[in-house]
C-alpha cells in the first residue's frame, strides 16, 4: 500500500522563528522610545505652568506680613535660628504664592519653580535655598524677611 505523506523541510519553522527572534529583540527598544515620549510630554507640559494671579485682599496680605514678622521677633528671642527662620520665610512664601496665583509650589524644588515664569519668587525661593540647607548659615535673616514683605505688597 503506498504512502502519500509529505513532510514539510525545516525551512519552513525558521521563518517564523526568525519573527518572534526579531520581535524580542527589537520590543525593549520600542517601549523605551515610548517612555522618551511620554517623558518630553510631561516636562513640557511643567515646564508651561503659567500662574493665574487673583487680587488678594489686603487682610490677607497683612496676615503673611504678620507672620513673617514673627519670624524676626522669633529670631531675635533665640526661640529659632537663622536656619529654622529661613525654613519658615520659605514655607509661608510658598503659601501665599499658593493663594496668591493658585499654583501649589509648597511641594516643588527650584528647579520646577524656575518653570512657572515668575522671576521674583524665583529669585526669593533661590536666595532661601543656600540658608535653608547650610548647616552654617550666615544670612541676613531680617533683610530677607524685610524683602520677602515687599514683594508680599507688591503682589
Known sequence: ???????????????????ILFFILISPLILRFIKKRKAKKNKKKEAKVTPQVKKIPPTIKERYEKQLLSIIDDYKSEKIDEREGYQLLSKF?????????????????????????NSRLEK???????????PDSNGDIVGA?????????HW
Open 1 to 19: 500500500m503506498p504512502t502519500t505523506i509529505s513532510l514539510q523541510g525545516t525551512a519552513s519553522y525558521g521563518v517564523l522563528i526568525l519573527y
Open 93 to 117: 512664601l510658598r503659601e501665599f504664592f499658593k493663594e496668591y496665583a493658585g499654583v501649589d509650589v509648597t511641594t516643588k524644588t527650584l528647579a520646577q519653580i524656575r518653570g512657572i515664569n
Open 124 to 134: 526669593l525661593i533661590e536666595e532661601f535655598y543656600e540658608y535653608e540647607f547650610s
Open 145 to 153: 524677611v524685610k524683602r520677602t514683605i515687599q514683594s508680599v505688597k
